[in-house]
């Protein structure tokens, strides 16, 4: 009887940092030829899975950033905002936050 290879984590509960790195190592077995072809597809399947999984969370991050941002220009109203200045001109001068 052939050995089961050993569960792998489901992707969706892997960080970000953990599902990168996952794939950064499949992708190093495939251009190394360290895939077996019996297990290539699994391989490639898993890789597709974790660079979804990635994805999702690259655009929840960006959502999330954006509404912040949104929210902080919202409560900063017009009348209260800074002046527009090119750090150009004055590279020491601190960031309004």
């Known amino acids: 009887m052939a050995e089961k290879s050993p569960k792998k984590t489901l992707a969706k509960k892997l960080s970000f ?5 996952e794939v950064e190592g499949i992708l ?4 190394s030829d360290a ?3 019996d297990t290539l ?5 898993r890789a597709v899975e974790l660079i979804q ?8 991050t960006d959502s999330e950033v954006r ?7 919202k409560s900063a109203g017009p009348e209260d905002a800074a002046p527009a200045t090119d750090q150009r001109d004055n590279p020491d001068e601190d960031l309004p936050f």
């Open 17 to 21: 940092a953990e599902a990168v790195s």
């Open 28 to 31: 190093s077995d495939l251009e």
């Open 35 to 37: 895939v077996d072809i």
């Open 41 to 45: 597809g699994e391989e490639v399947k």
């Open 53 to 60: 999984v990635c994805r999702d969370k690259l655009e929840k």
């Open 67 to 73: 509404g912040l941002v949104a929210g902080l220009e």
